[in-house]
């Protein structure tokens, strides 16, 4: 049997590989994951960076490795890569004007039976603060492999966002795609989020839109498939807080009059719940019934 | 912006005052002036002219706090015109209350914030390992006070296990820390492994000799103490 690659799996390969072929890159972990590099680190001395349970220390460390000419890739859960040492972020590689790439796994609850503390549906809104950062979502591990290695090329602040939760199958391309036409309107699903619209528009004639990149968002690309449907109606499947993109879909619509409905973690509660992924999706309302509520709900009010 | 005037210690009071207006007080405020000005004057091997050199000693000034020292000794030692100072904090002005990297050639890092500089450091020096450069040393600037902030003693520690040679940091201690350090802030830093060295703020050999002491295998704190005095 196959066994299947988790998009954990595959940033440890893809950037593995990328530490034996790309002198500048340097790996900068706070015991999360650090085990799953322990053979390249041997390999490559002083290119793995493991400052312990340090999360204010691995951003920083990674602003000082940049301030040398390297490409600090960066790592652990979302929880305490992003909200743990947010100031870290804003000032030490912002402020500073350096770049690094920052992956985090467990999406936004991941780890659900963890409870809380290990949950961050807030991070992409959080990154959203500031400005110059690229936010990618991939929705496969396929995706992630060359969004990783497309983010480690360059020297921008780049945050890759990692999940248990994966799509079927890869899309292909870039930016905000159509893949599959409809009428009366477009549902934009954002990385996880693909698979489970598509079944929960199944029977509806709607344009369903896809992106993996959601900072910069190709406001073009979603503009023509808007367009390109009867009704300028427009709904937003994010598989973190419900809204963070809503403004930049305003902005990309700006002199189309036009209505939207964000779909994402609520904003409104915290469960205190442990359980399943699958049982938070359904609490939130991202599962197939949620989704497929949500969008006949909005499409039937705009008549 | 930079120019090649280097002007000695006894025209710090004169170039502080364009920022503070008052010369008379401005050297026995700036708790830092003497260890900026060991460093630059004798310690660091940092120009003007090598800003930009990979090979360059790096300077991190982690307490952004009352910066005025360090464009004073900036402006002596040719990095900014003196002319500059004048109009500091001004919407024109590349020197504001916090030092902005961006904005002024020769500051490695912007601070203001606490507990940024001797983190960021540890990234420096390990950076500098990787890419092969043996000469370049770090020197990190922290107050007493400022080490209050937890991110210090994250950065404290992990350097004494790699045994980060290359890094120096200098503890300004003007007792301002609310809850103190029972012990020493030397402590702090021995227990983790560093070379420590305590000696008085505005000695400028002690300072020098503690600077260039060699402390192989580990990091080194010097802390320079102005107790009694402010």
Do not use: C
Not at chain 1, 130 to 156: C, I, K, M, N, S
Not at chain 1, 252 to 273: K, N, T
Not at chain 2, 7 to 23: F, H, I, K, N, Q
Not at chain 2, 137 to 142: A, C, I, Q, T, Y
């Amino acid at each position: 049997m196959e066994t299947v690659l988790t998009s954990r799996d595959v940033f440890a390969e893809t950037t593995i590989e990328l530490l034996d072929t790309d002198p500048r890159v340097v790996v900068v972990l706070a015991d999360i994951s650090a085990s799953m590099f322990d053979v390249a680190a041997a390999r490559h001395p002083g290119r793995v960076v493991n400052v312990g349970i340090r999360e204010q220390l691995l951003i920083s460390t990674a602003s000082g490795l940049a301030m040398t000419g390297l490409r600090p890739v960066v790592h652990t859960f979302g929880s305490f890569l992003v909200e743990r040492p947010f100031e870290q972020i804003k000032l030490d590689l912002g402020h500073q004007d350096v770049g690094a790439v920052l992956v985090s796994y467990g999406g936004s609850y991941d780890m659900s039976g963890g409870g809380r503390t290990h949950q961050s549906p807030g991070d992409v809104a959080l990154i959203d603060t500031l400005p110059g950062w690229t936010v990618h979502v991939p929705g496969h591990p396929d995706e992630a492999d060359l969004l990783l290695r497309a983010a480690v090329r360059g020297d921008d602040r780049v945050y890759v966002r990692l999940s248990g939760q994966s799509n079927a199958q890869p899309v292909a391309g870039e930016g905000v795609r159509v893949v599959r036409p409809g009428r009366r309107g477009v549902v934009l699903a954002v990385g996880p989020m693909l698979d489970r619209v598509l079944a929960a528009t199944a029977a509806m004639d709607v344009a369903v839109a896809y992106t993996s990149t959601v900072r910069p968002l190709d406001g073009n690309g979603l503009r023509s498939a808007v367009l390109a449907a009867d009704r300028a109606d427009v709904v937003v499947v994010e598989p973190y807080l419900a809204g963070t993109s809503a403004y930049l879909v305003n902005a990309a619509l700006d002199d189309i009059p036009h209505r939207l409905r964000s779909v994402g973690v609520s904003r409104e509660f915290e469960l205190h719940m442990y359980g399943t992924p699958e049982d938070h999706d359904a609490a939130h309302g991202l599962d197939v019934p949620g989704i497929a509520g949500a969008i006949r709900s909005f499409m039937e009010g705009g008549d | 912006m930079t120019t090649t005037t280097v002007l000695g210690y006894a025209r710090l009071p004169g170039l502080m005052a364009r920022m503070t207006g008052d010369e008379k007080h401005a050297m026995a405020a700036a708790s830092t002036v003497d260890v900026l000005w060991v460093l630059y004057d004798r310690v660091l091997n940092v120009r003007p002219d090598n800003v930009d050199d990979p090979d360059r000693d790096r300077f991190l000034l982690s307490k952004g706090h009352g910066p005025a020292a360090y464009y004073a000794v900036l402006a002596a030692k040719g990095f900014l015109d003196p002319g500059s100072l004048g109009g500091w904090r001004g919407r024109d002005s590349p020197l504001g209350g916090h030092p902005d990297r961006l904005l002024v050639p020769g500051v490695e890092i912007s601070s203001g914030s606490l507990g940024h500089g001797l983190p960021i450091a540890i990234g420096v020096a390990l950076g500098l390992g990787v890419r092969g450069r043996r000469s370049p040393r770090v020197f990190v600037l922290v107050g007493d006070g400022e080490l209050d902030e937890g991110s210090n003693h994250e950065a404290i520690a992990l350097a004494g296990r790699l045994g980060l040679e290359r890094l120096n940091v200098v503890v300004v201690d003007n007792t301002s820390s609310t809850h103190g350090w029972p012990g020493g802030i030397a402590e702090r830093f021995r227990v983790e492994g560093w070379a420590t060295r305590t000696v008085g703020a505005r000695d400028h050999d002690a300072l020098y000799s503690a600077f260039t002491a060699p402390h192989p295998g580990r990091p080194a704190v010097v802390v320079a103490r102005l107790e009694g005095e402010l």
